[in-house]
C-alpha cells in the first residue's frame, strides 16, 4: 500500500513569492490533514479536511495561506506571499476516519520550506 | 486545553541500556495518547497508542508505554536500544469522544552511541 505522498520535498524561495505544496493521501482515507513543523517543534495543526470539506482551519492564517482538496482525494497548500517566518516543514497526514478509536494519522515525508 | 510536556530535548543512551523516554500530559478529560517516531527528513510513524484500554501498551520496534494516571505519565520504554533507534520521538495527546486534534510535544531526540 503506497503511503502518504508529497512533493516537492523541498522548496527554496525569496520572500514576498508564492508557494504550493502538493499532498496525495492514502487510497481511501476521507480525512486529510496539514500541519506545520517548525524547528525544534512538534508538528502544529493548520487544517483538517473530511473528504473534500475544510472543518477545522482555526489555526490556518488566512490572510496568507489557502487549502483546496478537490474531489476529497489531493490536496494543495499554497502561501502567498512567504515571509521569512515561514519556514518550516509542511506535513500531510491522512487517516481512515477522525474521531474515531482508530483514528491513527498517517504522515507524509514533508516539504521542507526555506525563505529567503 | 490538553497538552504534553515531553522532559529532555536530548537523550543519550548506549547500545544495549534501556530507553526511557518522558511524557507528561494534561487534560480536563479521559485523554488518548499517543508516541510517534520521526526519523531524519521522513515523516511521523506511529509507535503506539493508549485508548483507555490496557494501560500498558505494547508497540512496534519493541517500544512500550505504560499509561499512570495518578502520575499524568506516558513514559516511552525499550529494555535494550539499538543504532536503529537514533530518531526523534513525539508524544501527542487528543481528549476522547468525538473529533478532538491532536496536540503534540516538542520532541525528543535519542542519540544512541556504539
Known amino acids: 500500500e503506497a503511503g502518504v505522498v508529497q512533493s516537492p520535498r523541498y522548496k527554496i524561495i525569496e520572500k514576498k513569492q508564492p508557494v504550493a505544496f502538493w499532498c496525495n493521501p492514502i487510497?481511501?482515507?476521507?480525512?486529510l490533514y496539514w500541519y506545520r513543523q517548525n524547528l525544534g517543534q512538534g508538528p502544529e495543526l493548520l487544517i483538517r479536511y473530511e473528504n473534500e470539506e475544510a472543518v477545522d482551519d482555526s489555526q490556518l492564517p488566512k490572510d496568507r495561506f489557502s487549502a483546496e482538496r478537490l474531489k476529497g482525494v489531493d490536496s494543495t497548500l499554497k502561501i502567498q506571499p512567504a515571509e521569512l517566518g515561514d519556514s518550516a516543514v509542511y506535513l500531510c497526514a491522512s487517516s481512515p476516519a477522525s474521531g474515531s478509536v482508530a483514528d491513527t494519522q498517517y504522515f507524509g515525508p514533508g516539504t521542507r520550506l526555506t525563505v529567503l | 486545553a490538553q497538552s504534553v510536556t515531553q522532559l529532555g530535548s536530548h537523550v543519550s543512551v548506549s547500545e544495549g541500556a534501556l530507553v526511557l523516554l518522558r511524557c507528561n500530559y494534561s487534560s480536563s478529560v479521559p485523554p488518548y495518547l499517543f508516541w510517534y517516531v520521526q526519523y531524519p527528513n521522513q515523516g511521523l510513524q506511529l509507535l503506539l497508542k493508549y485508548t483507555s484500554a490496557a494501560t500498558l501498551v505494547k508497540g512496534i520496534n519493541g517500544f512500550e508505554a505504560e499509561f499512570k494516571k495518578s502520575e499524568t505519565s506516558f513514559h516511552l520504554t525499550k529494555p535494550s536500544a539499538h543504532m536503529s533507534d537514533a530518531a526523534e520521538y513525539f508524544c501527542?495527546?487528543?481528549?476522547?469522544?468525538?473529533?478532538?486534534?491532536?496536540?503534540f510535544g516538542t520532541g525528543t531526540k535519542l542519540q544512541v552511541i556504539p
Open positions: 501527542a495527546v487528543r481528549i476522547s469522544g468525538g473529533y478532538q486534534k491532536v496536540t
Open positions: 487510497s481511501g482515507h476521507n480525512t
